[in-house]
């Protein structure tokens, strides 16, 4: 689980169908953040994620790495803000 409160957005750089890719930011230079299936919603074997897609995700850093969890695709229809957001009220 993510410890941030914060909410990312990006697109997706690199997804392979072995259930992992990476995320390009739309914040910072912090370069592409792996994502891993099991950060996504949905039953196993259902997880995917397609190159170019826009996306919503939160990060977490273990053992100094930096992973993308809580991934969502955002559809074309929402309003989608740049950078990042806070889900704090």
Do not use: C
């Not at 689980?1 to 990006?10: A, H, K, N, P, V």
């Not at 953040?33 to 950060?39: E, F, G, L, P, R």
């Amino acid at each position: 689980m993510s410890d941030s409160e914060t909410i990312f957005t990006g697109t997706v750089a690199f997804w392979s169908d072995k259930g992992f890719g990476f995320i390009e930011p739309r914040f910072g230079d912090l370069g592409d953040i792996y994502v891993h299936a099991s950060a996504l919603p949905g039953k196993p074997g259902r997880k995917n994620l397609t190159k170019g897609a826009e996306v919503e995700f939160e990060i977490d850093v273990r053992d100094g790495k930096i992973f993308a969890t809580n991934v969502r695709i955002v559809e074309k229809n929402e309003t989608q803000p740049r950078g990042a957001r806070s889900n704090a009220a």
